[in-house]
């Protein structure tokens, strides 16, 4: 599933802590791929400062600019096309994308979700947890396929629920496993080490 050097498009919607993730794992040489381009459906969204700071391209793709979410979607594809990219990295980017983007990066695009899929889908990921008294969540990484949290799953890691916990507190325990999984992953991807088989992804051993 890898090419000879992968290129990444970052999708983001909002701080951008994920992506800056990936930005220093890049930096050192832990994940080897570049960044071709960021992208944001909202001006504001901190993420894109993060790019431009490392030098990486920042585009905001405003959905209020486009009459419907395909043609919203055709600007992000052309986007990315332009850039060269590889393989799409959704990184805290806040909205459904349609059977017509899945298409044409089929196989090719990753998501990072803060709960245990396929427990607690959606977009409250946190309060649902807590809301439910579970005891362990954590942050689940997956392929996206045309449904909503629901392509093959890649890795997971757990994270404790604890008495008094908010949805910051359990978010900031959350995000700190993203922030050490997501480049991991992705690393994998480019490492050609994930084989999917239907729900199934294998991680395949490092190559001697």
Request: with cysteine; charged share 25%; aromatic share 6%.
């Amino acid at each position: 599933m890898a090419n000879e050097k992968q290129v990444l498009g970052v999708l983001c919607s909002g701080r951008g802590t994920d992506l800056q993730s990936i930005i220093d794992a890049v930096a050192r040489g832990e994940v080897h791929a570049t960044i071709g381009v960021v992208l944001a459906d909202k001006p504001e969204a901190y993420a894109l400062e993060r790019a431009r700071k490392a030098g990486i391209p920042a585009v905001c793709v405003n959905r209020k600019e486009y009459e419907d979410r395909e043609q919203f979607e055709k600007a992000l594809i052309e986007e990315l096309a332009q850039a060269g990219v590889t393989l799409v990295v959704l990184a805290g980017f806040m909205r459904i994308l349609t059977p017509y983007f899945v298409r044409a990066y089929a196989g090719r695009i990753m998501n990072i979700h803060p709960a245990l899929l396929p427990s607690f889908p959606g977009a409250h990921a946190h309060r649902d947890v807590l809301a439910y008294g579970v005891k362990v969540s954590g942050c689940t990484i997956h392929f996206v396929d045309e449904g909503t949290d629901s392509g093959p799953i890649i890795a997971q890691a757990a994270v404790p629920v604890l008495d008094g916990d908010t949805e910051e507190t359990l978010g900031a325990r959350v995000l700190k496993e993203e922030h050490r999984l997501y480049p991991q992953v992705i690393e994998w991807y480019c490492e050609g080490r994930l084989q999917v088989e239907g729900r199934k992804v294998c991680v395949l051993p490092e190559k001697s």
